[in-house]
């Protein structure tokens, strides 16, 4: 039974009648429609116009014979004058009412059928319209009751009684004539703003949707031009091939990406065979007796076991992203020394200067704190000594804000170019006027964000840069 109601389920979607895909088809039909809602705006009015035009003659001939008919001595006409009046005006009776009293002038015939009675002093646009369609559709000895207002007599009524089929007749002449001028008509204006639409908005969309389909195809294929048109359409053109380039951009620097680790990947079995040479010659400067060298042993120290971890973590870093921080209270001021030291901060040049609260504790992972510190001090003092300034300092300072710790770098070199400033956490722009990667300041905004802060350039002039280090509290 189920394989049987799935089998009618096909049958049924298989019959059914497809959507037409595309643009132009579906603005050809909405064409078709809106061509027909104007051919009936023009027609129905023009109809119900038309008919009760032709009953408005009517009753006008049969009141001026009315009138005729009284001005005999007795209102008395013979059979023959009412008959051939009646044939003047198109009618079958006349009577006449005023002040209650309804007076029959022209005798009626005998008639199959009851008339349908229109009150021209009381008819709604609802029953104009559709009247026309009764009696174009009616029976063939369908008659017409019709009563209005008198105009060249006194009374309150003046009825006559028609036959429908003249009416008919002509009525149909008339729909004919008005529905060929009005298809035409709407033919021509829909067909105008057919060609119109299309020129101005299906042959760009299908443009744009040919760029889209060659840059999803090929991203390094040189698209169209954008054209120069002030629209909507020209302004999705212009942001279509604005985002490609930037989409172009990013490619590329996602494959320079991918060329530098794997650069990194073949010399990082040798560089951890280096490193574990180093600490093996590290050890036996242990046993030195040299004050110099007791005094330095700690920080080289440092530097192998940083190094070798980092270059533990190479591989992963250049497959998918940097690790998890794991987070532990530092003291903020300890690690700001640290990194100064590592970052070739020095009394006798580019100096450190703090204004650190005393015992501030900081939670986040030593090692990528240190990374971030060093890079951030690196970068100064390079700019400080391209520079050849006279005294160099980098002033670090802290403060807890808003559940945040937000730390302050400070330096007096000479600023960040603009044209720099706003790409300057992007893979590859390197703000320095030594030779770099680029890849400093990314790194360590990422690093930042691991730790659900964020790192960015508050200010920077010809006094120097500002950069501000926000971490969880």
């Not at 129905?44 to 038309?50: G, N, T, Y």
């Not at 029953?127 to 017409?144: A, Y």
């Not at 999803?216 to 053109?237: L, N, Q, T, Y």
Request: net charge positive.
């Amino acid at each position: 039974m189920s394989e049987l109601r799935s089998m009618m389920a096909g049958l049924r979607r298989r019959l059914r009648p497809a959507a037409p895909e595309g643009l132009t088809p579906r603005l050809l039909i909405l064409t078709a429609l809106f061509t027909l809602a104007v051919l009936a705006a023009i027609v129905l009015p023009s109809a119900a116009a038309f008919h009760e035009r032709w009953l408005q003659d009517r009753l006008q001939s049969a009141e001026l014979a009315s009138v005729g008919v009284e001005a005999l001595p007795y209102s008395a006409v013979e059979d023959e004058t009412g008959a051939e009046l009646l044939r003047i005006g198109g009618v079958q009776s006349v009577v006449v009412g005023e002040q209650g009293v309804r007076r029959l002038l022209l005798q009626a015939p005998n008639l199959p059928r009851a008339p349908d009675l229109i009150d021209l002093r009381e008819r709604n646009i609802g029953q104009r319209l559709m009247d026309p369609w009764r009696t174009l559709f009616g029976h063939p000895d369908r008659s017409l009751r019709v009563q209005a207002a008198p105009r060249y007599r006194s009374g309150d009524l003046i009825e006559i009684l028609a036959p429908a089929q003249p009416l008919k007749i002509e009525l149909r002449g008339f729909l004919l004539n008005t529905l060929l001028t009005a298809l035409l008509i709407s033919a021509l204006a829909g067909g105008l703003l057919y060609a119109a639409l299309a020129y101005l908005v299906v042959q760009p969309l299908r443009r744009v949707t040919k760029a889209i389909e060659r840059f999803a195809a090929d991203p390094e294929s040189a698209g169209e031009p954008p054209s120069p048109r002030r629209d909507e359409i020209g302004r999705v053109e212009r942001e279509l091939a604005r985002m490609q380039d930037e989409v172009r951009q990013s490619l590329r620097a996602r494959a320079r990406l991918v060329a530098l680790g794997e650069a990194v990947a073949k010399i990082n079995h040798d560089l951890r065979n280096m490193l574990t040479s180093a600490q093996m010659a590290s050890e036996r400067l242990a046993a030195s007796a040299d004050p110099h060298v007791a005094k330095a042993l700690p920080r080289l120290e440092r530097a192998l076991g940083r190094a070798s971890t980092l270059a533990r973590n190479v591989l992963d870093y250049g497959k998918s992203e940097e690790p998890a921080p794991q987070k532990v209270r530092l003291a903020l001021a300890t690690a700001v020394r640290t990194a100064a030291e590592d970052a070739g901060l020095d009394p006798q040049g580019v100096r450190l200067k703090t204004r650190l609260p005393a015992r501030m504790m900081v939670e986040a992972d030593a090692d990528q704190l240190h990374r971030i510190l060093v890079n951030l001090m690196r970068n100064a003092r390079q700019a400080i000594e391209a520079a050849g300034l006279e005294e160099g300092v980098i002033e670090v300072s802290a403060q807890e804000a808003g559940g945040r710790c937000l730390i302050r770098l400070t330096d007096n070199g000479p600023g960040i170019p603009p044209r720099l400033a706003e790409r300057l956490f992007e893979p590859f722009v390197s703000g320095k006027a030594s030779d770099g990667t680029g890849l400093g300041l990314t790194i360590s905004r990422e690093l930042a964000a691991l730790h659900g802060g964020d790192l960015r350039l508050v200010e920077t002039s010809e006094r120097g840069a500002v950069f501000e280090l926000a971490l969880p509290a």
